[in-house]
């Protein structure tokens, strides 16, 4: 099988596009382990779809299946694109919902589904964090220090909470964020959503304007804001190889 690795921000994806839907856990093991197939953090299966331009099964690299991925929504529409799958706009379907997305160049934006807070109230060692849903559940808590992410503490709330965990940093109007993510069970170098989420705490609680940039792990630079239908999230993603696959 053609399969295509994609990096966006420090997420890394497998990707391949057919025609017959079925279970692929255990095919998203094998290819996302990162001593005995190509690693990854995920599996994208792109599929067609009678109304939108296409739909997609996300799967993490434990096998599990996710409802929504930021960073692997734009890798996604960049291979759709360079696949002559659809046009440079385009709207496909997740399990969260439909997400709208453009590609310029290898620079992608999407639309990520609208942003649900859950609950502003969640106590733990010392900290109010925040449950929100910007395609998937996470954690959010807004910190004084970016490096003092305790990822024992955020292994225990992923746990206790069914969701990822977020530290986000206000710095000079914009943000750092880092986050643990389900599925992967560790710090990853970007989480879309995750940066989404933080984001969208940081605009209610009046820390940061309607359009900023937002810093993950990996160092890139990501374009958070908002329009009148949910959160845009841009940046750029890269192609780093096409291969087959035995």
Known sequence: MTVAKYSANGN????????????RSELAKKLCHRQ??????????????????????????????????GNGS??????????ELTLKKMSFVTIAGVI???????????ELTPPKILDKTIAENGKIWW??????????????????????EARMLRYKYNANVNIAYVEHGNLRVRTYERGVEDETLACGTGMAACFYRALEENLVKQNIEVYPRSGDTLYLGVNERTITFKGAVKKVFVSEFN
């Open 12 to 23: 890394d994806f497998v990707l391949f596009h057919t025609f017959v839907k079925k279970d």
């Open 36 to 69: 005995n197939g190509i690693g990854a953090d995920g599996l994208i299966v792109l599929l067609p779809h009678a109304e939108y331009d296409f739909q997609w099964q996300f799967y993490n690299s434990d096998g599990s299946e996710a409802e929504m991925c």
């Open 74 to 83: 734009r890798a996604c529409a960049h291979y759709a694109y360079t696949n």
């Open 100 to 110: 709208h997305a453009e590609v310029e160049g290898n620079l992608v934006m999407s």
């Open 131 to 152: 449950k929100l849903d910007t395609g998937v559940p996470h954690l959010v808590y807004i910190t004084e220090n970016i490096e003092e992410f305790d990822i024992a």
